[in-house]
C-alpha cells in the first residue's frame, strides 16, 4: 500500500497549521511557502479538512486557518481519511459488491484485517503526538552554525 499525495500533503497541512497557528491564523498563502506546496494544491485539501469540522477558517486581513479540534483529538486516521476517501488497501473489502467473487474469496478477509490494523495503527496517532515528536527531535538537534 502507498499513500497518496492527497495523504502525505495533507498531515504536513495540518501540522503546519498545529505549528504555526498558536498567535493567529495561519495563510494558506504562508503555508504554502513553508510546505513547498502549490497554494491551487492545497485548496483541494483545505475544504474536505474545514468540512469535517478539522479545520476551522476566518476571513479577512488576518484571516486564515486553526485547528478546528485539539490536538489530541484529531488522530492521523481522520486525516487520510478525509483527505484520501477510504483506508481499505482493495475495494471489495469494503464495497463486496464490486466484486463477483467476494462471497467466497479467502483473500478478501486478509485484506480486511490487514485494512482494519492501518486504520488502527493510524487512529492511535494524533496531531499532539507528532508535534510532541517533532519538538523532541528540534530540542536535541545539534546547532553547527558559527
Known sequence: ?????????????????ALH?????????????RQEI????????INPLKNAGLLKSSRGARGGYVLG?????????????VVEGSLF???CTEKPSVCSRSHFCVARE????ISKT????LRSITLQDIL??????????IDYHI
Open 38 to 45: 502549490s497554494e491551487k494544491y492545497l485548496w483541494h485539501l
Open 118 to 121: 492501518i486504520a488502527d495503527s
Open 110 to 113: 486478509v485484506w480486511g484485517t
Open 132 to 141: 510532541e515528536n517533532h519538538n523532541k527531535k528540534i530540542a536535541t538537534a
Open 21 to 33: 497557528c498558536k498567535e493567529s491564523p495561519v495563510t494558506l498563502k504562508d503555508i504554502s511557502r
Open 89 to 91: 488497501i482493495v475495494e
Open 69 to 81: 479540534k485539539p490536538l489530541n483529538k484529531i488522530s492521523l486516521e481522520e486525516i487520510v481519511r
Open 1 to 17: 500500500m502507498k499513500l497518496s499525495t492527497r495523504g502525505r500533503y495533507g498531515l504536513r497541512l495540518m501540522m503546519d497549521i
